[in-house]
C-alpha cells in the first residue's frame, strides 16, 4: 500500500518525472484562456445589449442572427470552425495584399473563438437585465440632461449588475469547461495535459481524478469571488432569506 501510495506521489509530483507541473501548468492555462474569453464576450455583450436595445432594426437583426446561430451551433464545432476558417480568410486577405501568411496563436485564437461564442449568451444576459430596470428612473435621466455614456455608467451599470450577475456567474463556470474544447486545435491546457500525462505513464484514472479536483477548485474560488462581488453590488438591497 505504501508503495502505491508512493508511486502515485511521485506520477503527481511537480517536478519531473511527475506530471504534477504540467497539470498546473495546464490549469493556469484554463484560467487565463477562461478570463480573457470571458472579457471578450462581456464587451461584446454589452455592444450586443445596447445594439438589440438601440432601436435600430438593421442592427437588431444583425444582432439576432448573431445570437441565434452561435447558441444553436454545439461550441465543439464553432471552435473547430472558427479556428480554421477564421485563419484560412486571415491568410486568403493577408494574399490579397500580396502579404506571407501568418500561423495564429493557439492562446489567442482560443481566446478569440471562446470569446465570440460568450458574447452571444452575455448578450441576451444583460439584454434581460437591463430591461428588467424600472423604465422610470432611465427618464428621469434622460430628464436631468445625463448623455449616454453618463447614463450607462451611473443608472443602467449599477442596476443591471445585480440581475444580471447570476447569469454572468453561469456563464463564467461555462467557459472554464469550455476551454477544454480548445485542446482540439493543440492548445495544451488542463484537458489536454491530462490527456498527455495519462498516454505516457498509461495511469488514466489518477490524472483524470486529479484534473477533476484541480476544476472543482477553480469551481470553489470562482464561486468565492462571484459572491464576494454579489455582495458589493447588492449592498444595500434587502435580502430575500
Not at 508511486?7 to 497539470?23: C, E, K
Not at 442572427?65 to 464553432?78: F, H, Q, S
Not at 443608472?155 to 476551454?179: C, E, F, Q, R, Y
Given at each position: ?126 439584454r434581460g437585465a437591463i430591461l428588467a430596470i424600472p423604465v422610470g428612473q432611465i427618464e428621469a435621466a434622460k430628464a436631468f440632461g445625463m448623455g449616454p455614456v453618463l447614463r450607462f455608467r451611473r443608472i443602467l451599470l449599477p442596476a443591471l ?81
Amino acid at each position: 500500500m505504501a508503495t502505491a501510495q508512493q508511486g502515485i506521489l511521485d506520477l503527481l509530483s511537480p517536478y519531473p518525472p511527475g506530471w504534477g507541473g504540467v497539470l498546473l501548468a495546464g490549469a493556469v492555462s484554463t484560467v487565463a484562456i477562461s478570463a480573457c474569453a470571458f472579457a471578450v464576450g462581456l464587451l461584446l455583450g454589452t455592444g450586443g445589449a445596447l445594439g438589440k436595445l438601440s432601436g435600430n432594426p438593421v442592427l437588431r437583426l444583425v444582432l439576432d442572427l448573431y445570437t441565434t446561430v452561435i447558441r444553436a451551433v454545439p461550441e465543439l464545432i464553432l471552435i473547430v470552425g472558427l479556428y480554421y476558417a477564421g485563419t484560412d480568410g486571415l491568410n486568403r486577405l493577408l494574399a490579397v495584399f500580396n502579404l506571407p501568411p501568418v500561423e495564429v496563436n493557439g492562446f489567442v485564437a482560443a481566446v478569440a473563438v471562446l470569446g465570440f461564442v460568450q458574447g452571444a449568451y452575455m448578450t441576451e444576459v444583460l439584454r434581460g437585465a437591463i430591461l428588467a430596470i424600472p423604465v422610470g428612473q432611465i427618464e428621469a435621466a434622460k430628464a436631468f440632461g445625463m448623455g449616454p455614456v453618463l447614463r450607462f455608467r451611473r443608472i443602467l451599470l449599477p442596476a443591471l449588475l445585480p440581475n444580471a450577475l447570476p447569469g454572468l456567474a453561469n456563464l463564467w463556470m461555462s467557459v472554464t469547461k469550455d476551454s477544454a474544447l480548445v485542446a482540439v486545435v493543440g492548445y495544451q491546457e488542463l484537458a489536454l495535459a491530462t490527456r498527455l500525462a495519462g498516454a505516457s505513464t498509461k495511469h488514466y484514472f489518477v490524472f483524470f481524478l486529479a484534473s477533476a479536483l484541480l476544476y472543482l477548485a477553480i469551481t470553489l474560488a470562482s464561486n468565492a469571488v462571484f459572491k464576494l462581488i454579489e455582495g458589493r453590488v447588492r449592498r444595500g438591497q434587502p435580502r430575500l432569506a
